[in-house]
């Protein structure tokens, strides 16, 4: 494949300028597998970057099922009121919504988990294999490893894509976020099912 057919095909899979693409091919010696890993990781770079600008603009986007029994509302942030506006950020909404309605979480983020719930579900855990036999510190790992199971599941921003299950939430905003060239934030949502 020639330089500018893999640059082609890497804008057209990736959505990134082609300037980063050329970068980036340059950077891998022009492996596509390499240069895709490598703006993965310079868009969780920039992503780090612009977390601390404040999002005060965004939309509030609407799902509802084609069966007309689940419904999602989703406040979306961003830093412009142009970005707001643009259809790469009401896609992104849109992408996020389906996958709410899809996978029900209850928070965006782990830090939002109530600490008695994590508590809680912490000593369910030590119950359940208080009776295996098991030494203490292999059940305090089984016990931490089914904690993060459990934040993956109820966090929007932990759970894998539903369209890509290679990526969380949160790398599929941040490749949004290097894209847009802003901060994009998840704001609340709520889900509604008959």
């Not at 406040?75 to 009401?90: G, I, N, Q």
């Amino acid at each position: 494949m020639s330089k500018i057919d893999a640059l082609k095909k890497l804008r057209q899979e990736t959505g990134i300028s082609f300037a980063e693409c050329q970068k980036a091919l340059e950077a891998t010696g022009g492996d596509p597998e390499k240069a895709r890993d490598f703006l993965r990781q310079r868009g969780q770079k920039i992503a780090e970057l612009k977390s601390a600008r404040t999002a005060a603009q965004g939309i509030v986007a609407a799902y509802v099922h084609s069966n007309k029994k689940v419904g999602v509302l989703l406040d979306l942030r961003c830093e412009s009121d142009f970005v707001a506006r643009s259809p790469e950020f009401s896609q992104l909404a849109h992408e996020i919504t389906l996958q709410i309605a899809a996978m029900n979480p209850k928070y965006a983020k782990a830090d939002e988990i109530p600490a008695e719930l994590i508590a809680e579900e912490k000593r369910l855990c030590e119950e359940q294999l208080a009776d295996s036999g098991k030494p203490q510190n292999i059940i305090s790992q089984i016990v931490e490893g089914r904690l993060n199971k459990y934040r993956e599941t109820v966090c929007l921003l932990s759970q894998q894509w539903i369209k890509d299950e290679g990526k969380t939430m949160q790398d599929f905003i941040n490749e949004h976020i290097a894209i847009i060239g802003e901060n994009i934030v998840v704001g609340n949502f709520i889900r509604y099912e008959i």
